[in-house]
């Protein structure tokens, strides 16, 4: 309860325990002595002290188990934990943190206490308000709390690793924000003298309706007073009054054992190096943690790793893990992650105002540049002249990081010409190979082309099933040829269907084609003759593989083809086979084997079979000089975007 403020301004605030505390189910117990705890004065007035009066009969208090009734556990931790409680005086949701052990020990109490006055006093919309504290009837303090909801800074970051964010640049953008509000209640608890030594993006709430809170004050650091001094407002020791069961509410409480110089404290990812060697914990080492929840902000991962002992010196550029991070916080988490204090921000308002500067749209030009001639150095350095003329030798390695160097100039500062002639330069100029993943593509691309051609194949072989009614109305002779013709058509055409199914050429079954287109000419030669219209199909298939590069080895093909007609005509020039022709009297006379030459099917068969083979010549012909007109248009595209990076050396 708080009774009428004295003359100096103050108030003296009185809490007993209760005997009867009710839980969830509102069960009591009895608890003998109730100990009597009294809150510390807020800070002095500023108009100067005045003569202190203290109230000899303070009013009577609400016990605490008639006034909260608790619900479930909200957190745990190493010492004590948090419970979700309804206050029924004022209808509303809070917290109560209280030790987990039931005879906690001095030092214990001790530092539970502290923790609450120091999070108490430091009134800041992002560092969470206290209500009440106080002892139980079981002796164990707790401390009242609004009830926070949301999440925490590390679960968000987690969950951008993931990849369960959409919009990335969106969050990361709100958490820079929290992180400007963060700044300044750092900023407000190092003007009491405290300093937070375990900032993490674990201890950043961030509520679902905007609200950003500082948590875990449990380890902070209070500066010594002196005898004229005051550490958040509160007298120097001595001068307060030190009631039973609370302990000491002067300075000298709040700098407690475990806190003072010397002592380890905090997470190692993110503890200054001074912090880590256990010297003074000074707002430096605040400012530096605050850089490394930036850091990770922005780069997407941690600065250290969780387990870190050494203290050395580390690039502190988000640019180091993300290159298309922003130059600006890549200077202000450098600043804020320097190895000397000295050298870090002078104040966590002065870091967050550089991150504010950055969210209100400003852009230090001269950094820019500055960080873009850095980079022209570095693509030059790449390409091995101090000028943008180069060789075509550049390794894969080099001409990979001139690129990415000279790009990221050019998007530093883009009304650089050199960065863009260069990038220009480099794109316009083809290496001397082909990168292995431009190969993978190529593949690929052959694959997509040869099953065309596969299926085309396949219809084209079929096809040649069309023809066997005019072999037959024209007359056969010998039947075997004709239908040895019309099985081969049928094994070439299935073959050739099955190869172009698979998703890589096989080289093997390429060869095997040839050869059955060879034995299909070869028949065709026996059934026609070999001056006719075999030579026509040996060109005609000829061109079909020759149109892709990838189709075997066109000497080879052109070989296998070649002899399908060669064979049968040598056969019969030595007599081994039946001749299909014969010169009579200057004339050439076909006498096939197979069938009987009538006038009006083999014309009708001829006319057909040619214009059979000019639709395929056709369609092969102009199915790759589209596919080559396509290419030649992608890189004429690629070509006039680039050479607009430089309109005027274009």
């Not at 980079?375 to 990081?401: N, P, V």
Request: with cysteine; net charge negative; hydrophobic share 45%.
């Amino acid at each position: 309860m708080v009774d009428e403020p004295d003359d100096d301004g103050s108030y003296d605030v009185t809490l007993r325990a209760d005997p009867t505390v009710r839980g969830i189910a509102g069960e009591s117990a009895d608890a003998g002595p109730a100990p009597v705890a009294s809150l510390p004065a807020p800070p002095t007035s500023p108009h100067g002290p005045r003569a202190k009066r203290r109230t000899t009969q303070p009013p009577p208090i609400v016990p605490i188990g008639t006034r909260y009734t608790y619900g479930p556990k909200l957190g745990e931790g190493g010492m004590g934990e948090v419970v979700l409680a309804f206050d029924e005086h004022i209808g509303r949701e809070v917290a109560v943190k209280r030790i987990l052990r039931e005879a906690p020990s001095a030092d214990d109490r001790s530092r539970f206490f502290r923790e609450a006055r120091v999070q108490g006093r430091l009134e800041h919309p992002a560092v969470v308000p206290v209500h009440e504290l106080g002892v139980d009837e079981a002796g164990r303090p707790y401390f009242v709390m609004k009830r926070l909801t949301g999440k925490s800074m590390g679960d968000v970051l987690k969950s951008i690793r993931a990849g369960h964010t959409t919009d990335v640049a969106s969050e990361r953008r709100q958490l820079l924000r929290a992180l400007v509000d963060v700044c300044h209640a750092i900023e407000l608890a190092h003007s009491r003298g405290v300093v937070h030594r375990d900032l993490k993006p674990a201890n950043i709430m961030l509520g679902d309706f905007g609200e950003v809170y500082v948590l875990d004050w449990g380890v902070a650091h209070v500066h010594e007073a002196g005898p004229a001094q005051t550490v958040l407002g509160v007298p120097s020791a001595g001068s307060a009054v030190v009631p039973h069961g609370l302990g000491d509410h002067g300075t000298a409480d709040l700098v407690s054992d475990d806190t003072r110089t010397g002592s380890i404290l905090g997470t190692p990812g993110y503890m200054a190096p001074e912090q880590l060697a256990g010297e003074p914990a000074t707002p430096a080492a605040d400012l530096y943690a605050l850089g490394c929840v930036l850091f990770e902000i922005i780069a997407g991962e941690p600065l250290h790793q969780k387990t870190r002992s050494a203290v050395k010196a580390i690039d502190g550029r988000p640019s180091t893990r993300r290159p298309d991070a922003p130059p600006e916080l890549d200077v202000v988490c450098q600043r804020a992650t320097e190895l000397d204090p000295a050298a870090r921000h002078a104040s966590a308002r002065a870091l967050g105002d550089a991150v504010q500067a950055f969210l209100d749209g400003d852009r230090d030009v001269a950094v820019r540049r500055e960080l873009a001639e850095h980079h022209l150095i570095q693509a030059r350095e790449a390409i091995g002249r101090a000028d943008t003329s180069f060789s075509l030798g550049l390794t894969d390695a080099k001409r990979s990081l001139a690129m990415r160097e000279a790009g990221r100039a050019l998007a530093l500062d883009p009304e650089s010409g050199e960065a863009a002639l260069l990038v220009t330069q480099l794109m316009m100029q083809p290496p001397t190979h082909t990168p292995p993943e431009v190969e993978a593509r190529l593949a690929a691309l052959d694959v997509e082309a040869a099953a065309f051609q596969g299926r085309l194949a396949a219809l084209a072989m079929i096809g040649y099933l069309g023809f066997l009614p005019f072999l037959l109305w024209t007359g056969v002779r010998d039947a075997w040829l004709v239908v040895a013709f019309a099985a081969v058509a049928v094994i070439g055409g299935v073959q050739v269907f099955l190869l172009a199914r698979r998703t890589e050429i096989n080289a093997l079954g390429i060869y095997a084609n040839a050869a059955i287109n060879a034995t299909l000419i070869a028949l065709v030669s026996r059934i026609v003759g070999p001056f006719l219209v075999a030579p026509t199909l040996v060109m005609t298939t000829l061109v079909a593989y020759a149109v892709h590069p990838r189709l075997g080895r066109i000497h080879i093909i052109a070989i296998v083809l070649a002899s399908g007609l060669a064979i049968p005509w040598l056969l019969e020039v030595l007599g081994v086979l039946a001749s299909t022709y014969r010169f009579d009297h200057g004339e050439l006379v076909l006498a096939s084997p197979a069938i009987a030459f009538t006038s009006l099917p083999v014309q009708l068969a001829f006319v057909a079979l040619l214009v059979a083979l000019i639709a395929i010549v056709a369609l092969l012909s102009r199915t790759l000089a589209m596919r080559n007109r396509d290419v030649t248009r992608r890189i004429e595209l690629q070509a006039w975007q680039l050479r607009q990076l430089v309109p005027a050396r274009s």
